[in-house]
């Protein structure tokens, strides 16, 4: 591994290590070298190999690899509560949000709930998001000033026309380069084709031919509700309504939504596919065939009632599956131990699951798994020498957790953001017990009620 320790390495020590690629090490220690991971294992071997070094030990809590949000909305965090009251019906809750986002909010306000939505995220001890923006530069600068690592998707605005999309793709390039030039090594940036019921099949077709000469990340929201499928099965339906009212026409293919991205080439460049609620076995297939990603986000989902993805469908095909929490305005938490609880609990519940998912592949999923969610899976994921140093310390000293049997079912079951203690992305604590490092909390609470009024008054 090609790494440069530094001379005196930081060394970290819990009463569990959990690499995720290995087992559990009871007194577990890390070596954290400038930006990467040195060395791990017992408190005893690392004290052996480093003996200069006083170790920094947390007692009673878990030393793991940073969370993983794979599929966010951070530029509307301001919006979390705002819209429960139209969300029985997602044509009002998608006009509530258009509209108060476009009017009563200026550009500052979106960077605002940005930033609160990232560090919220910081608190809840993820270090990597896959975060989808409209205004793309907010969530963008929100990672960034945060000092956490993600990839930024540049989102399409309501493109469904062919016609149209030689000039929306030309605005996407601009946008997309744009933040391009500012990119780091610990953020950047890719694009999202909104969804198969937004895009044109011409804008798609550009958008994947870009992103694979380019080599860039895209992710698309695909599958979502009953709704999407029923428009592109039949062509009735909710978005049949949408698409009259602004007289747009529509020729169902009479597929299913991921067998249409399949048939237009959208899964060549293997895009991370957020939802996959209505799929198929075939629909499944297609995405393991080709190595295309899932970003599941069942809180969301349950939210609005579209039912539930069949996770261990996924997992046993092999894909590569993080979990999202979407926007706080439809979960109402960026909280991934939450998710993964979820997550957990609904597919153990489903009627027609194929079998019985255990704890450990669940919170392998919220960490390895996000990170192949987001093609990151050789730097992060999992705690080893040589990978980044993107790593969480989770308390396990709540009453409210104790005993400690099993250290996955403790995590997964028993715990969830406000145990977390530390929060480290490639070498630098960004949060330490309730204290945001690089960010005055209070001021942008201030700020994010502030926004709130504003909203709420128009
Ligand atoms: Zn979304």
Redesign the pocket.
């Known amino acids: 591994m090609n790494y440069e320790p530094k001379k005196n390495p930081r060394l970290l020590a819990a009463d569990y290590l959990l690499p995720i690629s290995a087992e559990p090490i009871s007194g577990g220690a890390i070596a954290v070298g400038e930006k990467k991971i040195i060395a791990v294992g017992t408190i005893k071997e690392l004290g052996e190999k480093f003996p200069a070094v006083a170790i920094e030990h947390f007692g009673e809590a878990v030393i793991m690899p940073g969370l993983i949000n794979c599929?966010s909305?951070l530029e509307i965090t301001a919006m979390r509560g705002f819209l429960d009251d139209v969300e029985a019906d997602f044509y009002s809750w998608l006009m509530k949000l258009t509209k108060t986002r476009g009017e009563r909010l200026t550009e500052e306000d979106i960077k605002t709930a940005a930033l609160a939505g990232a560090l919220e995220g910081v608190r809840a001890g993820v270090t990597c998001f896959g975060d989808?923006g409209r205004f793309g530069k907010a969530g963008f600068e929100a990672l960034k000033i945060n000092g956490l690592r993600g990839v930024l998707f540049q989102e399409t605005d309501f493109s469904p026309d062919d016609q149209t999309a030689d000039e929306e793709f030309s605005k996407l390039q601009d946008k997309f380069l744009e933040l391009k030039d500012s990119e780091t090594e610990l953020v950047r940036v890719g694009l999202s084709p909104h969804a198969p019921y937004t895009v044109s099949r011409r804008l798609f077709e550009k958008i994947t031919d870009y992103s694979i000469a380019e080599n860039i990340k895209i992710s698309v929201?695909a599958a979502e509700s009953n709704e999407e499928k029923d428009f592109f099965q039949t062509g009735a339906g909710f978005f049949a309504g949408v698409y009259k009212k602004l007289n747009l026409e529509w020729c169902a293919p009479q597929t299913s939504p991921v067998r249409y991205l399949s048939d237009i080439g959208v899964l060549q460049a293997k895009p991370l596919l957020?939802h996959c609620v209505k799929v198929s076995d075939a629909d499944i297939r297609l995405i393991a065939d080709s190595n295309s990603r899932i970003a599941h986000c069942p809180k969301s989902n349950a939210k609005f009632g579209h039912g539930g993805a069949p996770l261990e469908k996924f997992l046993s095909a092999k894909i590569r599956v993080g979990f999202g929490s979407?926007?706080v305005a439809s979960n109402n938490t960026c909280d991934v131990f939450e998710e993964a609880r979820f997550a957990a609990l609904f597919a153990r519940n489903r009627a027609d699951k194929s079998r019985f998912l255990h704890a450990r592949e669940i919170i392998e999923a919220a960490t390895l798994g996000g990170a192949g969610a987001l093609g990151l899976e050789r730097e992060i994921g999992t705690l080893e020498a040589g990978k980044q140093a993107d790593l969480i310390v989770v308390s396990l000293d709540n009453l409210a957790q104790m005993p400690v049997h099993d250290v996955y079912s403790t995590l997964l079951f028993a715990s969830n953001a406000r145990d977390v203690q530390m929060t480290m992305v490639a070498g630098e604590e960004i949060y330490r017990y309730g204290a945001a490092k690089k960010i005055d909390e209070a001021e942008l609470k201030t700020r994010i009620k502030t926004i709130a009024v504003k909203m709420s008054i128009g």
Do not use: L, M, P, Q
């Open positions: 599929h909305h989808i929201h957020a979407d926007s």
